[in-house]
């Protein structure tokens, strides 16, 4: 994988109602940040709602700084504001069992976005659509697809996800009974997505998307709209 380097960042920081400009680092996390990176975490975890996002364990975002995938982190000084995750290798294989619609060694050619947590006071810098693009560079040479999963009523995180290019292609119950978009995103094979007839669906109306998707189109944007956020679809063609 090739060398990350440090990218200096002027962010804006929340002070109750008013605001600072500060400057920020952001570079690839190794085992040496592993207290500061772990208080972010750990933060998150706490106040986290399943519902909308689960951060897992102490020992999955442990096993990730080991090795077993990348964490970019954005740092004011010594503490780090944001962490963004990607796993090479899925922790439960749950996730190796969904129908992608990939063949084997295509399977092997994917990576697992994990997680972006930005610290309150650092909300409102386009973090995670910034250092998804930062992530997507680091893996491009290893890996042809991408895949992820956001909730529905992660309404910030998911109109990030869909603004860097991923598709969603299911929506189902995940990490025990929580609803969840499957989404991908496919680096190297020009996915075309047609948008002539597109339908669009609240996010709220669950059993109309997924009977959508069941016919095989896939959620490609959200719309605004005076009754709530829907998601438009449009049918995948290779
Ligand atoms: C999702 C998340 C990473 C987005 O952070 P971000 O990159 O800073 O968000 P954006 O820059 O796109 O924010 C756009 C606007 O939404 C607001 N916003 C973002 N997340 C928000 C949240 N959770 N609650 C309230 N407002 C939020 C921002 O303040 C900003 O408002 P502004 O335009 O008035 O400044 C962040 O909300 C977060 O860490 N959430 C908790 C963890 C999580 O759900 N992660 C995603 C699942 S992996």
């Given at each position: 994988m090739r060398e990350f380097g440090e990218h200096y960042l002027c962010l804006k920081k929340q002070k109750k109602a008013d605001f600072t400009k500060t400057s920020c680092v952001l570079r690839r996390l190794t085992l040496e940040d592993k207290d500061e990176a772990l208080a972010l975490h750990r933060v998150m975890s706490a106040s986290?709602?399943?519902?909308?996002?689960?951060?897992?364990?102490?020992?999955?975002?442990?096993?990730?700084?080991?090795?077993?995938?990348?964490?970019?982190?954005?740092?004011?000084?010594?503490?780090?504001?944001?962490?963004?995750?990607?796993?090479?290798?899925?922790?439960?294989?749950?996730?190796?069992?969904?129908?992608?619609?990939?063949?084997?060694?295509?399977?092997?050619?994917?990576?697992?976005?994990?997680?972006?947590?930005?610290?309150?006071?650092?909300?409102?810098?386009?973090?995670?659509?910034?250092?998804?693009?930062?992530?997507?560079?680091?893996?491009?040479?290893?890996?042809?697809?991408?895949?992820?999963?956001?909730?529905?009523?992660?309404?910030?995180?998911?109109?990030?996800?869909?603004?860097?290019?991923?598709?969603?292609?299911?929506?189902?119950?995940?990490?025990?009974?929580y609803m969840r978009y499957l989404l991908r995103k496919d680096l190297k094979h020009s996915t075309s997505i047609r948008t002539k007839r597109h339908e669009s669906v609240l996010l709220h109306n669950y059993s109309a998307q997924q009977h959508i998707m069941e016919k095989g189109k896939v959620g490609y944007r959200l719309i605004r709209s005076m009754t709530g956020t829907r998601m438009a679809f449009g049918a995948l063609t290779k």
């Open positions: 986290a709602n399943p519902e909308t996002f689960v951060p897992g364990t102490d020992e999955d975002f442990l096993h990730i700084l080991e090795g077993a995938g990348v964490v970019l982190g954005v740092q004011e000084g010594k503490r780090i504001v944001c962490m963004r995750t990607v796993l090479f290798q899925p922790h439960d294989d749950e996730v190796l069992s969904e129908d992608m619609g990939l063949l084997p060694h295509q399977m092997k050619r994917m990576a697992f976005i994990e997680y972006c947590v930005v610290h309150r006071d650092y909300r409102g810098n386009n973090l995670q659509f910034l250092t998804y693009y930062h992530m997507e560079n680091l893996l491009w040479e290893d890996f042809d697809y991408l895949y992820t999963t956001v909730s529905p009523r992660n309404i910030f995180s998911l109109r990030n996800v869909m603004d860097c290019g991923f598709y969603a292609f299911q929506l189902k119950e995940r990490y025990g009974g």
